[in-house]
């Protein structure tokens, strides 16, 4: 039974650039949420998919936007990167509501020059 | 503003002895609590919860205790081993919220 898995493991852009990072669930959950790591923090809030729509968001800009597909994979799409955006992107799925246990992938690590 | 609060960034401990990890939040709503545990180069893992209605859940040697009126919770590990050694998560949330909010984290070290 695979977990979460989470592509690509780690990657390097430009300020200004855009980025797309991409997410597999836990097989049989449907939902999906996304968590920014900065070092030294907490997972961050970004926005978490439901049936397709964004079901929730937390305190980040439109630069941050995300997609989920019929298949409840999920894709987080930064553009206009800066600097601050360097950081561990974290997918996490789970199912329904839940009681907040969430299964989290390897995550994304980004860095941006 | 932090919600929840970790407030001991290391913490580091003989084999064998006990671990106490500390959490504080800030909202009365939260109603649902869950400690989450991260090694180095993977995604922080569930590892124990524990819903208002308690005071303390236990999971063999891991036990959480809620002090609802002091807004506190508290990660018990006894006994301590190495393999503990990582970054532990507090997080809470509310009965109306579909997602939890993380605390800064606390880094665990089990000597041996």
């Known amino acids: 039974d695979a977990g979460v898995t989470q592509s690509p493991t780690h990657l390097i852009k430009t300020r200004g650039q855009q980025v797309t990072l991409r997410c597999s669930p836990k097989?049989?959950?449907?939902?999906v949420s996304w968590y920014q790591q900065a070092l030294g923090q907490g997972p961050q809030f970004i926005f978490q998919?439901?049936?397709?729509?964004?079901?929730q968001r937390g305190n980040f800009p439109d630069r941050f936007s995300g997609h989920q597909f019929p298949n409840y994979s999920s894709e987080l799409n930064v553009n206009a990167l800066l600097l601050g955006d360097s950081a561990l992107y974290l997918c996490?799925?789970?199912?329904?509501?839940?009681?907040?246990?969430?299964?989290f992938g390897e995550g994304s690590r980004l860095t941006v020059l | 503003d932090q919600q929840v609060k970790q407030n001991s960034p290391s913490l580091s401990v003989q084999e064998g002895r006990i671990s106490i990890l500390n959490c504080d939040y800030t909202?009365?709503?939260?109603?649902?609590f869950l400690w989450y545990k991260k090694y180095p180069a993977e995604g922080p893992t569930f590892l124990i919860s524990?819903?208002?209605?308690?005071d303390k859940n236990e999971d063999g040697r891991f036990t959480v205790f809620l002090n609802k009126s002091a807004k506190h919770l508290s990660l018990h590990i006894v006994p301590s081993q190495p393999g503990d050694s990582a970054v532990y998560f507090c997080?809470?949330?509310?009965?109306?919220?579909?997602?939890?909010?993380f605390g800064r984290g606390t880094s665990l070290i089990v000597h041996p």
């Open positions: 996490a799925s789970s199912l329904g509501q839940g009681t907040g246990e969430l299964f």
């Open positions: 097989s049989g959950h449907d939902t």
């Open positions: 998919y439901y049936e397709e729509e964004e079901r």
């Open positions: 909202n009365s709503m939260f109603d649902y």
């Open positions: 524990i819903s208002s209605i308690k």
């Open positions: 997080a809470t949330k509310s009965g109306g919220s579909y997602i939890p909010t």
